[in-house]
């Protein structure tokens, strides 16, 4: 684990679900996943600058195949800081695993910037639904219990609360009685933050900030009863993170990238 302290703001992006294929040609609803991160990245570096750390939150692939885990680790290489790799249910965890160690991103916690950071690991396999194994949660207990006093973000795929749209309700995190158990015990987590649900979110439970972010590629429209998407350009989501413990955090678009939609999709 590396430790570092600045006296600067912590500097974080977050990419989540880009959904990339093995093929240069690879499309999610009329929409090319390669070139829709490419808009994403060029607009992180336009707005934002360089970063100081990735976190990237799952459904890296469409294929769960390594050349598209490989494209997306040297995509990355336009930052010149680490980043973290962790799976969604489009994934094959253990493949993104040895890929993500070829990247130095296989980490599954970080303090860095007065910071600590927790990856979860809550894909199943064959399943799109997400759920926490008995090992993932004592990792989290555990990692929490080592820096009680540090500032945390913890990280999975799948939402762990109700968003307000019926067909995804289904397909979040299962097990979130037993995540949020653990969370409570540790009042030093900040913001617990994820992917999946292709769209911006912020809501407060207790003292935690929860935070989704929309999709490098496609995005799901916001409170609806069944599957839809709406025609909003790709985006990320960046933080300032302080070592007081106080942050800032924004969602910004890739607004000039052009696509056409499948609007009238019913799934995929
Ligand atoms: N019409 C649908 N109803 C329910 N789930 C769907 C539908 N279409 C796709 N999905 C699944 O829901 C998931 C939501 O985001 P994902 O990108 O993980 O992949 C999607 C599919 O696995």
Known sequence: ??????????????????????????????????DSLAAVIDEVLRNHGQPD???????????????????????????????????GNHDDSDLLA??????????????????????????????????LSQPELAFLDESLSQHPELP??????????????????????????????????????????????HQDLQQQRNSVQLLATPSTCIQFATGSSKFAVEPLAPGYRWFELEASGQYSTEVCRANGFEFDLDEKSTGY
Request: aromatic residues 8%; charged residues 15%.
């Open 98 to 131: 040895s890929i993500a160690a070829e990247f130095q991103a296989e980490q599954k916690q970080l303090v860095q910037g007065g910071w600590h950071f927790v990856m979860l690991d809550s894909s199943v396999h064959g399943k799109v639904f997400g759920e």
């Open 152 to 197: 945390t973000m913890v990280c999975l795929h799948h939402h762990p609360v109700d968003i307000g749209s019926d067909w995804m309700e289904k397909i979040g995190l299962k097990n979130r009685d037993a995540f949020w158990q653990v969370i409570d015990r540790h009042p030093q987590v900040k913001i617990v933050l994820w992917g999946h649900i």
């Open 1 to 34: 684990m590396t430790i570092a302290h600045t006296a600067h703001p912590l500097k974080v992006l977050q990419l989540t679900d880009p959904h990339l294929m093995a093929s240069a040609d690879g499309a999610l609803l009329g929409v090319n996943t390669r």
């Open 53 to 87: 750390l990735i976190l990237a939150t799952g459904d890296l692939t469409q294929d769960a195949s390594s050349e598209a885990y490989r494209y997306f680790g040297e995509q990355l290489k336009a930052f010149n800081c680490p980043s973290l790799w962790i799976a």
